[in-house]
């Protein structure tokens, strides 16, 4: 492997009390390349930056003086890069073994591999059936009824790509914004994440617009662990911030049903 630098970040919004077990799975799963993460805190009122700077000191923390979103976020720290490959990763999100530097190895075997997204699997090892292709009406509707405690139907396995080998990577257009490993150039490239998603969708939104130019791979061989939550499923607020995000990506990219 190559003598560079890899970075990731992670946006936090009143985190403070699950952020202490993520960012320790990252930094100690995080041994063979040299990792700088960043924790970009969107106007926490819980103390959750002042909580990481005494807890995590080799932790760079960024505090935009508003909330502009989870994408806006992460555009942040983008003057600051200057590493080959950048990771894009929630705070519920855990890890157990060194995703980072396999997923850094498989992208230096080829250099028009733009954004690569790992396995993601709920706590217990559970996979999570995420979209890996372009969203459609259809496709978000199955995905928003689907309960994981019955078999995948024909949208469900379409949207997700079910029917794809485990063991070997393959080309996808969606991405989940859990976890988004990015090549550097490329991430900054395409300008981030579109700001006008506040939050939901702009992750189908750059992985998109990277695979229009560049190699977007689904690499199921490295496995991440989310604590998923599904709020918007619950909160008012937040279902309507999902709505509005989904009428945002088809006003952009045309309505598909």
């Given amino acids: 492997m190559e003598n560079y630098t890899v970075s990731g970040c992670i946006v936090t919004y009143n ?40 807890n995590f000191p080799d932790v760079v923390v960024v505090e935009p003086k508003s909330n502009d979103g989870f994408g806006a976020g992460h555009n942040k720290i983008l003057p ?33 591999i733009g954004l690569l997204s790992p396995e993601v699997r709920f706590e217990d090892g559970t996979k999570q059936l995420l979209g890996m292709k372009n969203p459609t009406i259809r496709y978000l509707g ?41 090549r550097t150039e490329i991430f900054r490239e395409i300008g981030g994440f579109d700001e006008r998603f506040f939050m939901y969708l702009e992750d189908c939104d750059i992985a998109r617009r990277v695979a229009e130019k560049y190699k977007a791979l689904h690499y199921p061989m490295a496995t991440v662990y989310h604590l998923w939550e599904r709020e918007s499923k619950t909160n008012k607020k937040l279902l309507l911030i999902h709505i509005q995000s989904i009428l945002k990506y088809f006003l952009k990219w045309g309505i598909k049903f």
């Avoid at 041994?31 to 005494?54: E, Q, W």
């Avoid at 689907?146 to 393959?170: H, I, Q, V, W």
């Fill in 142 to 182: 199955a995905h928003r009824l689907y309960n994981k405690s019955k078999p995948a139907g024909r949208l469900m396995t379409e949207y997700c790509m079910l029917d794809m080998p485990e063991d070997e990577p393959f080309p996808i257009t969606n991405a989940t914004g859990c976890f988004m490993f990015f």
């Fill in 15 to 54: 985190s403070k009390n699950k952020i202490s077990a993520t960012i320790t799975s990252v930094l100690e799963n995080t041994k063979g390349v040299p990792f700088t993460l960043y924790i970009v805190d969107n106007a926490s009122t819980d103390g959750t930056a002042d909580y990481i700077r005494k």
């Fill in 80 to 112: 600051f890069l200057t590493s080959k490959y950048h990771v894009v990763i929630n705070p519920d999100i855990i890890l157990r073994e060194d995703v980072i530097s396999e997923l850094c190895r498989y992208a230096d075997e080829d250099n028009s």
